[in-house]
């Protein structure tokens, strides 16, 4: 996918319109700070996207169900920029998060499934499970070819490090690093404890307070009993 002839340099050279806005406005933008963000970029595969994420929704305007389909070669898994089968998503794997349950799904399915349908009445309110307007992709998520370093804010008393600058415009210390290395050297310590921590009690306490889980631990129990008690009957006969 090409969003290069949407952008709004593209836009303006389509109309005519770039040497006149840069006349009037060169005096200002003289003035302006530079922002990164908004500069044309010098590679024309910074306008290259694939399609790596889609947000379902089930139900109706006032209520629902949402799930996701992923792309999961991300990362060390990702290829590169310049593989010539980048783009071509729909044979990398693909998995459906829905709530508990992960599992492989196929890519052939989106148009089926993300495409909504025509309006239908539920038995449920709700609406799962492809009741009202079908199921109907929500958000939709695509991955840049050519990747920007992460920008990560250092600590002042880290300021000395390797790789550290200073941002006059921001009044920050930061560093930049690769984007495939970003999760392996770097980590938001607080966030991921957190997430971690939650994640550990929620495991812990649906265990614990599953039915399963308890009738797990009365079979222990009476395979226990069971088997004191034919002890007790070999030593009644050694006797």
Excluded at 5 to 25: A, L, W
Excluded at 114 to 139: E, H, I, L, R, V
Excluded at 165 to 183: L, P, W
Excluded at 185 to 194: A, D, H, L, M
Aim: charged residues 35%; negative net charge.
């Amino acid at each position: 996918m090409d969003l290069k002839p949407y952008s709004y340099h593209e836009v303006m050279r389509r109309e005519h319109r770039v040497n006149e806005e840069k006349e009037d406005d060169q005096e200002e933008d003289e003035e302006k700070p530079i922002d990164e963000d908004n500069q044309e970029p010098a590679d024309d595969d910074c306008f290259e996207y694939k399609l790596v994420g889609v947000n379902v929704h089930s139900g109706s305007a006032n209520a629902g169900h949402y799930w996701s389909y992923i792309n999961t070669a991300r990362g060390m898994d990702e290829k590169p920029g310049n593989d010539p089968t980048w783009a071509e998503t729909d044979k990398e794997q693909w998995m459906e998060f829905n709530d508990s349950t992960v599992k492989d799904y196929k890519y052939e399915n989106l148009n089926e499934e993300c495409y909504g349908d025509k309006q239908t009445q539920s038995q449920s309110s709700w609406g799962w499970g492809g009741g009202k307007y079908g199921k109907s992709g929500y958000m939709l998520f695509y991955e840049r070819r050519l990747k920007k370093p992460i920008k990560i804010v250092v600590p002042p008393e880290q300021a000395s490090a390797q790789g550290v600058v200073y941002d006059e415009k921001t009044k920050e210390h930061i560093k930049y690093i690769a984007y495939r290395e970003g999760v392996d050297t770097e980590k938001p310590n607080k966030i991921f404890s957190k997430v971690l921590e939650d994640n550990t009690k929620f495991s812990f306490e649906n265990d614990v307070y599953s039915i399963e889980f308890f009738d797990f631990i009365k079979t222990i129990l009476q395979n226990v009993a069971a088997f004191g008690s034919v002890q007790d009957d070999v030593h009644k006969a050694m006797r």
